[in-house]
């Protein structure tokens, strides 16, 4: 069994940024401390893509990154720079073709139907004898060219076993969430499982990659059989999940992987410095300056509605049809279903856990519910099955990408798995939270997928100490600007203070993209030309507006949030991941912002940016230095600023301290005589370079200098 990683740097491929120019990092990221490069999908993908996740071949190395002979060239570079890979897999699903080279496998399931060799290869609906492919958007006839149907910029085997039917129609197949360009795989069959991880086992088996990724388990038919399968093969090689926790769910306990890709961690590390008394104002003001007339459950339970309407027609059908139910009640518990995913087996007793989830959310439907919500614990296999495979896509839709645009009081709370609800965690319920996190699990702060950059949620998290200056800020903004739609304009205000300076064009991008995911207005689906135009001119108006002036105000404030949640998130157990970019200050706001392309090495461009390097370096050093499995122990400050200051020690090896809600703190004196109680030892300041530390010592003191202090003990 190789060891786990002790931490991680996420890079994203693209075609003009592949192997030999990750490569060239190589120094800077040993010396930045770091253990393993962590790489986005590495398989043969749609040409072009800049994620990856459209996997059309799986038997080769993406070609535009430099194919196998340049991951090997990068993996000897990288090691000889004691540095190791850890990639991302994508095991759920694979693209659509446009032309046969794009999915030559579904491909020839077209062509020849059952009869293809690869016809257990994707999980399709037979239903009338052909896979109903959803691509028609107007009146153009397709047409015929030799042995190719073609619409538009679509191919298809002329003849073939599948139909075309209307874009806004379900396909005859799982896919991933609602987007029908991806067709859901079928690795619970063995074959199927090791024709689509060839390449990615000969790489373990080598010795070219040290840890997986794995992509949205929850699409997959069996997660934990998979896991098992995964773990055997490669002889319990790291391997963390894509799995998102809501409230107090954990990952199930039969899953061999070693813990979550962090959005659990990241989400309570976020509340950790949000002020609980700034809730009501916050969430007065949004009903005010919005017109929303919901609550966040209100909110998520109509999106998720929505969207089961809207998107998740045919995966309805498919399942009534299983089940022999009522369409209606199908539809009814999906919407009710609080987590994404509750993990029965068939065969199995389902866990009690997962009965009393389903049968809570059977309570809040019509009594027509009930009957299915027992077949989707105790009943046939595609039953169980495929209901376990559509509540993720229900919530994802329904949570993340509709009401987190809809409801947002205080917007560094809606994040992938976030309860925007849930303002504050106090310093108790974290330590308890963080004693309990597997040892080898990977902790984040920013994705690929995170809604907004760890910097811009540190900047919104000094608006719930500052409500009442806020509020007057934006009134006065609004005042100025006008509005169109009051609703979205207000997450536009928050967004755009948080991630200034950020040009027009790329706060009308994030706009866009928001009023298309709320659809309220707009959509994907329906777009409105005329108010699409409207929020590029609000945006252009918006950035004119002195905004900058009010996150100059806040900015200290800020950069001890920023700093605090790297300095938690870097030292807690776990393998921490830094994401590309943000060992420096990164405002990024959701994809594709988020995935622009990053200078290096990071220079620093002022005292925000020299503190975070200098605390991401260290404390990355640090950690190769002392056991990942060290105790993680709560440290209590003494006096009246002591709520003031999250603390803990990592066995006898390192103490980090933080400081949380500093607009309060620094409004009630500072931290006057309030003290830390250090363990026994003699502990040096890794990001001042002072004079050591024993015993009781002021914070006044240790944090004259950063709002942070990383402590390592000399005498070990």
Same mark, same amino acid.
Request: proline share 8%.
């Given at each position: 069994?190789?060891?786990?990683?002790?931490?991680?740097?996420?890079?994203?491929?693209?075609?003009?940024?592949?192997?030999?120019?990750?490569?060239?990092?190589?120094?800077?990221?040993? &010396?930045?401390? *770091?253990?393993?490069?962590?790489?986005?999908?590495?398989?043969?993908?749609?040409?072009?893509?800049?994620?990856?996740?459209?996997?059309?071949?799986?038997?080769?190395?993406?070609?535009?990154?430099?194919?196998?002979?340049?991951?090997?060239?990068?993996?000897?570079?990288?090691?000889?720079?004691?540095?190791?890979?850890?990639?991302?897999?994508?095991?759920?699903?694979?693209?659509?073709?446009?032309?046969?080279?794009?999915?030559?496998?579904?491909?020839?399931?077209?062509?020849?139907?059952?009869?293809?060799?690869?016809?257990?290869?994707?999980?399709? &609906?037979?239903?009338?004898?052909?896979?109903?492919?959803?691509?028609?958007?107007?009146?153009?006839?397709?047409?015929?060219?030799?042995? *190719?149907?073609?619409?538009?910029?679509?191919?298809?085997?002329?003849?073939?076993?599948?139909?075309?039917?209307?874009?806004?129609?379900?396909?005859?197949?799982?896919?991933?969430?609602?987007?029908?360009?991806?067709?859901?795989?079928?690795?619970?069959?063995?074959?199927?499982?090791?024709?689509?991880?060839?390449?990615?086992?000969?790489?373990?088996?080598?010795?070219?990659?040290?840890?997986?990724?794995?992509?949205?388990?929850?699409?997959? /038919?069996?997660?934990?059989?998979?896991?098992?399968?995964?773990?055997?093969?490669?002889?319990?090689?790291?391997?963390?999940?894509?799995?998102?926790?809501?409230?107090?769910? !954990?990952?199930?306990?039969?899953? /061999?992987?070693?813990?979550?890709? $962090?959005?659990?961690?990241?989400?309570?590390?976020?509340?950790?410095?949000?002020?609980?008394?700034?809730?009501?104002?916050?969430?007065?003001?949004?009903?005010?300056?919005?017109? +929303?007339?919901?609550?966040?459950?209100?909110?998520?339970?109509?999106?998720?509605?929505?969207?089961?309407?809207?998107?998740?027609?045919?995966?309805?059908?498919?399942? =009534?049809?299983?089940?022999?139910?009522?369409?209606?009640?199908?539809?009814?518990?999906?919407?009710?279903?609080?987590?994404?995913?509750?993990?029965?087996?068939?065969?199995?007793?389902?866990?009690?856990?997962?009965?009393?989830?389903?049968?809570?959310? /059977?309570?809040?439907?019509?009594?027509?519910?009930?009957?299915?919500?027992?077949?989707?614990?105790?009943?046939?296999?595609?039953?169980?099955?495929?209901?376990?495979?559509?509540?993720?896509?229900?919530?994802?839709?329904?949570?993340?990408?509709?009401?987190?645009?809809?409801?947002?009081?205080?917007?560094?709370?809606?994040?992938?798995?976030?309860?925007?609800?849930?303002?504050?965690?106090?310093?108790?319920?974290?330590?308890?939270?963080? $004693?309990?996190?597997?040892?080898?699990?990977?902790?984040?702060?920013?994705?690929?997928?995170?809604?907004?950059?760890?910097?811009?949620? #540190?900047?919104?998290?000094?608006?719930?100490?500052?409500?009442?200056?806020?509020?007057?800020? *934006?009134?006065?903004?609004?005042?100025?600007?006008?509005?169109?739609?009051?609703?979205?304009?207000?997450?536009?205000?928050?967004?755009?203070?948080?991630?200034?300076?950020?040009?027009?064009?790329?706060?009308?991008?994030?706009?866009?993209?928001?009023?298309?995911?709320?659809?309220?207005?707009?959509?994907?689906?329906?777009?409105?030309? /005329?108010?699409?135009? =409207?929020?590029?001119?609000?945006?252009?108006?918006?950035?004119?507006?002195?905004?900058?002036?009010?996150?100059?105000?806040?900015? =200290?404030?800020?950069?001890?949030?920023?700093?605090?949640?790297?300095?938690?998130?870097?030292?807690?157990?776990?393998?921490?991941?830094?994401?590309?970019?943000?060992?420096?200050?990164?405002?990024?706001?959701?994809?594709?912002?988020?995935?622009?392309?990053?200078?290096?090495?990071?220079?620093?461009?002022?005292?925000?940016?020299?503190?975070?390097?200098?605390?991401?370096?260290?404390?990355?050093?640090?950690?190769?230095?002392?056991?990942?499995?060290?105790?993680?122990?709560?440290?209590? #400050?003494?006096?009246?600023?002591?709520?003031?200051?999250? =603390?803990?020690?990592?066995? !006898? !090896?390192?103490?980090?301290?933080?400081?949380?809600?500093?607009?309060?703190?620094?409004?009630?004196?500072?931290?006057?005589?309030?003290?830390?109680?250090?363990?026994?030892?003699? +502990?040096?300041?890794?990001?001042?370079?002072?004079?050591?530390?024993?015993?009781?010592?002021?914070?006044?003191?240790?944090?004259?200098?950063?709002?942070?202090?990383?402590?390592?003990?000399?005498?070990?």
């Amino acid at each position: 069994m190789s060891r786990p990683p002790i931490s991680t740097y996420r890079v994203q491929l693209t075609p003009d940024f592949g192997f030999a120019q990750v490569a060239e990092l190589a120094p800077y990221l040993r &010396d930045l401390g *770091v253990s393993h490069v962590y790489l986005s999908p590495v398989l043969q993908a749609t040409p072009g893509s800049r994620h990856g996740y459209d996997v059309t071949d799986h038997s080769r190395v993406r070609e535009e990154f430099g194919g196998l002979k340049g991951l090997r060239e990068l993996a000897e570079t990288l090691a000889a720079h004691d540095l190791a890979i850890v990639l991302d897999i994508v095991p759920n699903h694979m693209t659509v073709p446009v032309p046969e080279s794009g999915n030559a496998a579904l491909w020839s399931v077209l062509r020849d139907g059952p009869a293809s060799p690869y016809a257990s290869w994707f999980d399709i &609906d037979w239903n009338g004898g052909k896979v109903a492919m959803p691509v028609l958007g107007d009146a153009t006839e397709p047409r015929v060219d030799g042995p *190719v149907l073609r619409y538009h910029d679509h191919e298809f085997p002329h003849p073939g076993h599948y139909r075309l039917v209307d874009w806004r129609q379900g396909p005859g197949y799982r896919r991933f969430f609602d987007v029908s360009s991806l067709i859901g795989l079928r690795v619970e069959d063995p074959a199927v499982f090791l024709a689509t991880h060839e390449v990615i086992l000969w790489l373990v088996d080598e010795g070219l990659v040290e840890g997986l990724r794995v992509d949205h388990p929850d699409g997959l /038919a069996d997660p934990a059989g998979y896991l098992a399968r995964l773990r055997r093969r490669t002889g319990g090689l790291w391997t963390v999940v894509e799995k998102i926790l809501v409230g107090e769910e !954990r990952l199930p306990g039969d899953w /061999a992987c070693d813990g979550t890709t $962090g959005y659990e961690v990241l989400n309570r590390i976020t509340r950790l410095f949000v002020d609980p008394a700034g809730e009501r104002p916050l969430v007065e003001l949004f009903h005010e300056l919005t017109g +929303w007339p919901d609550g966040c459950r209100d909110t998520m339970i109509r999106a998720k509605r929505e969207v089961v309407e809207l998107f998740f027609q045919s995966e309805v059908s498919r399942l =009534a049809r299983a089940a022999g139910a009522d369409p209606a009640a199908v539809a009814e518990l999906l919407v009710a279903m609080p987590v994404y995913r509750t993990y029965v087996v068939p065969g199995h007793e389902p866990p009690p856990e997962a009965v009393e989830i389903v049968r809570r959310a /059977a309570a809040t439907c019509s009594p027509a519910v009930r009957p299915f919500a027992e077949q989707v614990l105790y009943g046939d296999a595609e039953t169980i099955t495929r209901f376990q495979q559509t509540t993720g896509p229900v919530m994802a839709k329904g949570v993340e990408d509709t009401a987190l645009y809809r409801w947002f009081p205080l917007a560094c709370l809606n994040e992938v798995g976030g309860e925007p609800d849930h303002f504050a965690l106090d310093p108790a319920a974290f330590h308890a939270f963080c $004693g309990e996190l597997p040892p080898h699990t990977m902790t984040t702060l920013s994705t690929h997928d995170t809604k907004r950059s760890e910097d811009v949620r #540190a900047r919104l998290a000094v608006l719930s100490e500052l409500p009442d200056e806020w509020a007057e800020a *934006v009134r006065g903004w609004s005042a100025q600007v006008g509005s169109g739609d009051p609703h979205l304009d207000y997450l536009g205000w928050q967004n755009l203070m948080a991630a200034w300076p950020i040009s027009a064009e790329r706060l009308a991008d994030y706009l866009l993209k928001a009023a298309r995911e709320a659809k309220t207005r707009t959509s994907w689906v329906k777009p409105d030309p /005329a108010y699409e135009a =409207a929020l590029r001119e609000f945006a252009a108006r918006a950035v004119e507006l002195p905004v900058g002036e009010f996150t100059a105000r806040i900015d =200290a404030h800020a950069m001890a949030n920023s700093l605090g949640q790297k300095l938690v998130q870097l030292m807690l157990p776990g393998v921490p991941d830094v994401y590309q970019g943000n060992e420096t200050t990164d405002f990024s706001l959701v994809d594709p912002d988020n995935r622009r392309p990053v200078g290096y090495p990071r220079t620093p461009a002022g005292e925000w940016d020299e503190a975070k390097l200098l605390l991401t370096t260290q404390a990355l050093r640090l950690r190769r230095r002392f056991e990942a499995v060290l105790p993680y122990t709560p440290l209590a #400050a003494e006096g009246a600023a002591a709520e003031h200051a999250l =603390a803990f020690a990592r066995g !006898r !090896r390192a103490v980090a301290v933080a400081t949380r809600l500093p607009v309060r703190l620094a409004r009630n004196g500072g931290w006057g005589a309030t003290s830390l109680r250090l363990p026994p030892g003699t +502990w040096h300041d890794l990001l001042t370079g002072g004079t050591p530390y024993t015993g009781k010592i002021p914070l006044a003191h240790l944090l004259h200098r950063y709002p942070v202090a990383l402590l390592e003990n000399h005498d070990l």
